[in-house]
Every structure is written in C-alpha cells, then in structure tokens.
C-alpha cells in the first residue's frame, strides 16, 4: 500500500491528515449520528436488513456536530489556507459499510450540489434532481475547484472493510483522468483521520472483504470557498466558517 501521506493536495488532488479529529470528538460524533437517525421519522436514512444507517443525508439540519466540530485546530486553519477566509460548509453526509450490508462504489466524480432552487436556466448547472427532498444540480467545473471535501474517518480503514480508491491528479477537470486506473489509490487510515480531497478526483471503493465485523463509517463534509454561486444560484445551506 502507498503511504498517503506522501500525497499532496495542490499536486495529487487528495492529501490525509493523520490524527485531524480527536477520540473525544470521534465518540461525540458517533453518539450525535445514532441520536440522529434514531430519531429519524421521515425515512430518508437508508438502512440494512439489521437497521445499521448506511447512508444519510442532509446532516447540517439534523445533527450540530457537524456545523461545528471543524471549527477549531487543526481543521479550521487548513480549510481557511485551502479556500479562503470566507468558506463555508454546503452540505453533510454519512456513509457505512456495516457487515450486513456491504456495498461498493464505481469510479466516479463528486459533480452534484445542493442548492435552494434548481430551476434556474444557466449553462454552469445541469441535470436538476431532488435528493432526500433537497434540489441538486450537476456544477461546472469553475465552481467545483473551489470546494474542498473532507471525510473524517470514524472507525480504522483497511483492506477489510472496503477503502476508498482515488486517482492522483484526476481533480484538475471533470474529463482529467489523472495517473489513471494503474495509478489508483488505495486511503488506508484510522479512525481521527481525515482525507482531504478535491472533488474532481476521480474515486471508488469495493465491498468489504466477506466475514467482516468491521463498520466503515465516514462523515463527508463539502465545503465552498465563497456563498455566492454563477448566476443567482443559491447553496441550499451555507454554515460560515469561524
């Protein structure tokens, strides 16, 4: 396995930052989701046969840990250096590979935003959609250079259960194939760490390996380096950074 922490983002598109979130903060975390989507009524949290959440959406309305755990050493001054004194974070989402309900991911990149109204006409949007009750639209690429995503890692990631694949240097443009297939990374890491990456890069993951007790729960934040979008659009959220 490639050591990632000889990645770059400016260079490769992605970059770990080891030990970013504390144990203290991970335990809150955890305990905020299971509040959370214990108390989901609405039904938009998927769920496995055994009622593990694998995947959620819309986090910034339910769970007030994600609004402000950023907010502090390390990760508020890397995310101002990376985009700027006015960012923001734009939307937040859960992901989980629990043991009985494992899934994998083709290559693919983050191109969908969430924004207050998707009916407006311009050519930096397309291919409006409704997610979990929320409008989305497809970006161009001028307005997703300047996001930045990061995924706090929640448990220990290996080849057991299912780690993220990235493509170095795909992130340049939404056609950019980067180092390619051959070049493909695997994102080994424990839980506190946090994989920072464009969302132009180019990623993946497969199902985890078979007999597995291990969960893959991640928390992926998006953030915007300014509130204002092409256009008149508008991000559906837009928590400022401190």
């Known amino acids: 396995m490639?050591?990632?922490?000889?990645?770059?983002l400016e260079r490769d598109g992605f970059c770990l930052l080891k030990s970013a979130v504390s144990g203290e903060s991970i335990a809150s975390l955890l305990e905020a989701?299971?509040?959370?989507?214990?108390?989901?009524?609405?039904?938009?949290?998927?769920?496995?046969?055994?009622?593990?959440?694998?995947a959620a959406r819309n986090l910034i309305e339910s769970i007030a840990e994600a609004t402000t755990f950023w907010q502090s050493d390390p990760?508020?001054?890397f995310l101002r250096e990376q985009l700027?004194?006015?960012?923001g974070l734009v939307r937040a989402l859960f992901f989980d590979k629990p043991p009985d309900r494992t899934w994998g991911l083709a290559w693919h990149k983050d191109t969908s935003i969430a924004v207050k109204d998707n009916s407006?006409?311009?050519?930096?949007?397309?291919?409006p959609t409704t997610k979990a009750?929320?409008?989305?639209?497809?970006?161009?690429?001028?307005?997703?250079?300047q996001m930045l995503t990061l995924r706090i890692h929640l448990d220990e990631v290996t080849e057991e259960n299912g780690p993220l694949r990235v493509i170095p240097g795909s992130h340049r443009s939404s056609?950019?194939?980067?180092?390619?297939?051959?070049?493909?990374?695997?994102?080994?890491?424990?839980?506190?760490?946090?994989?920072?990456?464009?969302?132009?890069?180019?990623?993946?993951s497969g199902p985890s390996k078979p007999g597995t007790t291990r969960h893959r729960r991640i928390l992926h934040l998006e953030f915007a380096a300014s509130t204002t979008l092409p256009d008149g659009m508008q991000w559906h959220d837009f928590v400022r950074g401190g």
């Not at 490639?2 to 770059?8: E, M």
């Not at 297939?181 to 180019?202: C, K, Q, T, Y």
């Open 175 to 204: 056609d950019c194939d980067g180092a390619g297939l051959d070049g493909a990374v695997d994102v080994h890491a424990d839980a506190g760490d946090v994989l920072a990456m464009r969302p132009l890069i180019s990623h993946s």
């Open 75 to 77: 990760l508020l001054p």
């Open 33 to 54: 989701c299971s509040r959370a989507f214990d108390g989901d009524t609405q039904g938009v949290r998927a769920r496995s046969s055994r009622g593990h959440v694998y």
């Open 84 to 87: 700027g004194a006015e960012f």
């Open 120 to 127: 407006i006409a311009s050519t930096s949007y397309s291919r």
């Open 2 to 8: 490639v050591d990632v922490n000889d990645w770059h």
């Open 133 to 145: 009750g929320v409008p989305h639209v497809i970006a161009c690429d001028d307005v997703l250079k």
